[in-house]
């Protein structure tokens, strides 16, 4: 045949003996064994025992806290602060509200366990990590419920990678999480963090303040992204006959920890992308509102805050970046709302 | 599971290896049976439904082997080959001709949304290759144990290499932990498997993250610039290299730990002088049985140049959709059909290619030519070329950091496969080879884990 699609023929018993005698190869299959069986274990052994996210699973008595990184994984450290007792969760959409503001309305130590760009399913889990490791029941507890929440998919699948191994009950789920690379480059920062005892921590609050960079990107003045606020949208979350998964776990979480304030909120959104009356994205927002609504109503000392109604504050450019990233002056209202509320309930 | 997974590399391989060699020591009659009974158990750690299909297809196209070489009916085995392709036709390309009888009007054209078995495409032709050379007189007829392990041996059922029955079936019957070579096999697989894992976590895997977004955007109708379409087709030339080689390398390893030698399915491709070198390094075991079981089939080089022509284009066209049930890939391969006619001409005309131009068109071509295998459709693939071509604004931000020790890792060489045959048993090496196993499992465990390109096939 023709030598275009052929290929060489290889005798597949072809692998040549070597002169080394067979006594230096098993010793070599032994060096291999041996060798990665203790790397491995040993490298797992130190990650076990450095901690390094302050989950606090070591027996070591080690430095409280992390260097100064995400708050995916800062989250662990904060979510077991004893310093606090009441937190924020959600994602961006609730990002701005300040744990020093709360704390000056209520009197109440709030850290912000947010997470960016996260669901339900990422902050179930750091409700939970939160609930688990007070001593004294927590006192509040403020979720975020974007549309997000309102998913009828009850995987309630996260869209961008999360460490719930991290969080995870279990010790091996934990223990097969600190086999990654990840761990590894946190090494030598963990033990100079440990070690020296002056390096930087993360803020304890977990506040992040995203005003700079969103006006460092231009989101206050370029002519393109102010025109983009104005655009006509949906967010309502497509959810209008349920079920509402997320607010089921939710609430099984919640009653674990009867005596915890809960404060649902809505978010506040540009005008431009609340529901018309009459269409389906409001059908869709009312259904998934009621949901939750009805979860407030049946839970003692819970209540809802809805932004996601038609407002003069709501109508303002000036108070946005873009539709769902709302400025410090709408922080401050939404604070003083949840400092009312968490009023009401005492 | 995937090779690069935890189950796999730090549960299921162990177990395995730990069960087999107290089988091989203490009952070796057992030790085919256990590899058979592993290999189905890999198999449907996937998908449990996909495990009939795999046993049921080893059992029926058994039971027709015995029933040939009790009435030596030639049709038995040609009725089972044509099963064995519709199986495939029906679970891989219903939808791909469906889609194209519904472009004649009044055609209905049903659609069927069945998920693809993984592997099937190649242990149908495990299947054919058996089935065929049987019908020839040149295979012997085996008991179900050995044919089904042949079919399903859980390094080779996923992604290949093809291995032919003959070269495998007699590695069955040895005794291979009481090998003189024992050991050195051992140590060989698992370098082999480390190399592999090597090619695929730190050499492959960090490709995809310059190819992926290109080819999305183009996937979105979005302008592909000069820089953006040279990154992600030089990333994915060699990702789907080290993917696939990598994969290969893996197999063979794992399968010299069970003492069983593979046959290579790579052998520096992209040092290939031409076209047709290419196809002689890439892919090899697919070659070969494409040459001897289609080219040859439908006439090959022995009744004349525009036969062997004809030949060449259905092989090539035929192998191209064998890739992905999609005109894209049948393009990919008619594409590689009319190069390799045209490289056929250029010989017969007696026409000079220096070695080092040769190399250059070789490469563009293949590299070029990637550009229909990887985009999801035409207007991806023109959105792509439009890049390549300067046909869309330059750009900026083209990343190269990845692509550089890939491109010299798969230009220079040598392939895994030579390397690790040339080591020698020291100690410094078995630690080394040993912290990097090690250091690619905490990159396993990182939450960008991909699978491999050539599971869709």
Redesign the interface.
């Given at each position: 045949m023709s030598s275009s699609i052929s290929s060489s023929e290889h005798d597949a018993a072809s692998i040549p003996p070597a002169p080394a005698s067979a006594a230096r190869w098993g010793s070599f299959v032994r060096g291999f064994v041996i060798t990665a069986a203790a790397v491995l274990v040993g490298t797992l052994a130190l990650a076990f025992l450095i901690d390094p996210y302050d989950t606090g699973h070591t027996p070591l008595s080690l430095r409280e806290g992390v260097r100064p990184q995400g708050p995916r994984t800062a989250a662990a450290s904060r979510g077991r602060d004893l310093a606090f007792s009441a937190a924020i969760f959600g994602n961006s959409h609730v990002q701005l509200l300040s744990p020093d503001a709360l704390r000056a309305d209520t009197g109440i130590p709030f850290v912000s366990l947010i997470a960016p760009a996260s669901g339900p399913k990422e902050g179930l889990v750091l409700i939970d990590w939160f609930l688990r490791h007070r001593r004294e029941p927590a006192r509040a507890v403020i979720v975020g419920i974007d549309a997000l929440w309102c998913t009828a998919n009850p995987a309630m699948p996260n869209d961008k990678p999360f460490p719930f191994w991290l969080y995870s009950r279990s010790p091996t789920d934990y223990l097969v999480g600190l086999l990654r690379f990840d761990v590894l480059e946190e090494f030598q920062r963990r033990i100079v963090y440990l070690l020296t005892g002056k390096g930087e921590r993360a803020r304890r609050d977990g506040y992040w303040d995203y005003e700079p960079n969103y006006i460092g990107m231009g989101y206050d003045t370029a002519p393109a992204k102010r025109a983009a606020l104005e655009v006509i949208g949906e967010s309502g979350g497509g959810n209008a006959k349920g079920p509402y998964p997320a607010a089921q776990a939710l609430e099984a979480l919640m009653n674990t920890a009867p005596g915890t304030a809960l404060i649902l909120l809505r978010p506040p959104v540009y005008h431009k992308v609340l529901p018309i009356p009459g269409s389906a994205d409001a059908a869709a927002d009312a259904g998934c509102r009621d949901a939750f609504a009805a979860l407030a109503a049946r839970r003692p000392r819970t209540a809802l805050i809805d932004w996601r109604t038609d407002r003069p504050e709501l109508r303002d450019p000036n108070r946005f970046f873009d539709q769902t990233h709302y400025r410090q002056s709408i922080a401050r209202l939404v604070e003083a709302d949840i400092a009312a509320a968490l009023a009401a309930l005492r | 599971m995937l090779f690069n997974s935890?189950a796999f590399l730090l549960a299921f391989l162990p177990l395995a290896l730990g069960l087999h060699w107290l089988v091989e020591r203490f009952a070796p009659r057992w030790r085919l049976s256990l590899l058979l009974v592993l290999s189905l158990a890999f198999y449907a750690y996937w998908d449990w439904r996909f495990l009939p299909l795999l046993a049921g297809s080893i059992l029926l196209n058994w039971l027709i082997a015995e029933a040939f070489q009790k009435t030596r009916s030639s049709v038995l085995v040609t009725l089972a080959i044509v099963a064995n392709l519709a199986i495939l036709a029906l679970f891989k390309y219903f939808n791909f001709f469906a889609d194209l009888a519904a472009m004649i009007p009044g055609l209905p054209a049903p659609r069927l949304e069945l998920a693809l078995p993984l592997g099937i495409s190649f242990f149908t032709f495990h299947h054919v290759m058996y089935l065929t050379d049987l019908r020839r007189g040149q295979a012997p007829h085996y008991d179900l144990v050995r044919y089904g392990l042949y079919i399903a041996f859980f390094p080779q059922v996923l992604a290949g290499p093809l291995?032919r029955w003959r070269?495998?079936m007699h590695?069955f019957e040895e005794r291979p932990y009481l090998r003189?070579?024992?050991?050195?096999?051992?140590?060989?697989g698992?370098l082999l498997l480390t190399a592999g894992l090597a090619k695929k976590v730190l050499l492959g895997d960090p490709l995809a993250e310059y190819a992926n977004p290109v080819f999305a955007a183009a996937a979105a109708g979005q302008v592909v610039s000069v820089a953006e379409a040279w990154q992600g087709t030089l990333a994915f030339t060699f990702q789907i290299y080290f993917d696939f080689s990598g994969y290969t390398d893996m197999a063979l390893g794992l399968a010299?730990l069970f003492g069983i030698?593979?046959?290579?399915n790579f052998?520096v491709p992209y040092r290939s002088a031409s076209?047709?070198d290419f196809?002689?390094?890439w892919h090899?075991?697919l070659?070969?049985f494409?040459?001897d079981y289609l080219?040859?089939a439908l006439g090959?080089?022995?009744h004349g140049l525009s036969r062997?022509i004809w030949a060449?284009f259905a092989?090539?066209a035929l192998g191209g959709l064998w890739h992905g049930a999609g005109l894209t890939f049948v393009a990919w391969g008619a594409a590689h059909g009319l190069a390799?006619i045209a490289?056929?001409l250029w010989r017969r005309a007696g026409l000079p290619m220096p070695a080092l131009l040769g190399w250059l068109l070789t490469f563009l071509f293949v590299t070029l030519c990637w550009v229909l295998f990887r985009a999801t459709n035409f207007e991806a693939a023109l959105a792509i070329y439009k890049g390549l071509f300067g046909l869309a604004p330059i750009g900026t931000g083209f990343k190269w950091r990845a692509l550089l020790p890939a491109a010299a890792f798969a230009i220079i060489g040598p392939t895994a496969w030579a390397l690790v045959?040339r080591l020698?048993?020291?100690?410094w090496?078995?630690?080394a080879?040993?912290?990097l196993?090690?250091l690619i499992?905490?990159?396993i465990?990182?939450?960008?884990n991909y699978e491999f390109i050539y599971f869709q096939f």
């Open positions: - | 935890f291995v070269e495998i590695q003189a070579d024992a050991a050195e096999r051992f140590a060989r698992l010299l030698v593979l046959p290579q052998d076209i047709q196809w002689r390094r090899m075991t070659s070969r494409l040459r080219y040859i090959g080089s022995r062997q060449l092989t090539m390799l490289a056929l045959n020698p048993p020291a100690r090496l078995a630690v080879a040993a912290l196993f090690v499992l905490f990159k465990g990182e939450d960008a």
